[in-house]
Nanobody, 127 residues
C-alpha cells in the first residue's frame, strides 16, 4: 500500500496563496485518481479536488472553483494543490488520498470510499 506524505501549507493572509504537495511512496499511483479533502474542526471531511490518472481532467468543489488548481506529476508520483485567493474559511487540515475509481464517478467526492490518507497539512488563513 502506498504511503502518502503531504507537504506545504502553513499560514497565509486572506487573498494570499499556498501550495500543497502529496507524494506517494511504496508503489506507483499512476493508475489512481488522486484527491484532496479538507477537514475543519468539528466538521466532516470535505472533498476539495480530484485529478484523473492522466492528469487531463480535474474536478473541484464549488467552494474552490476558480481559486484552486490541482495537478499531478506521475513521473514523481506527486500531486499538487495550488491555492490562490485564499479565504479564512479555507482554514482546515488538508489531506490527500487516491482511489481506483475513475474521476467521472460521483463517489470520488465521498471521503468514506478512500482507504488510506496522508498525514494532513494545516492551512490557516488569517483575515
Amino acid at each position: 500500500q502506498a504511503q502518502l506524505v503531504v507537504s506545504g501549507g502553513g499560514l497565509a493572509q486572506a487573498g494570499g496563496s499556498l501550495r500543497l504537495s502529496c507524494t506517494a511512496s511504496g508503489r506507483t499511483l499512476a493508475l489512481n485518481t488522486m484527491s484532496w479533502f479538507r477537514q475543519a474542526p468539528g466538521q466532516e471531511r470535505k472533498f476539495v479536488a480530484a485529478v484523473s490518472r492522466s492528469g487531463g481532467t480535474a474536478e473541484y468543489a464549488d467552494f474552490v472553483k476558480g481559486r484552486f488548481t490541482i495537478s499531478r506529476d506521475s513521473a514523481k508520483n506527486t500531486m499538487y494543490l495550488e491555492m490562490n485567493s485564499l479565504k479564512p474559511e479555507d482554514t482546515a487540515v488538508y489531506y490527500c488520498s487516491s482511489t481506483l475509481l475513475q474521476i467521472s464517478q460521483p463517489a470520488i467526492r465521498n471521503w468514506k470510499i478512500y482507504g488510506s490518507w496522508g498525514q494532513g497539512a494545516q492551512v490557516t488563513v488569517s483575515s
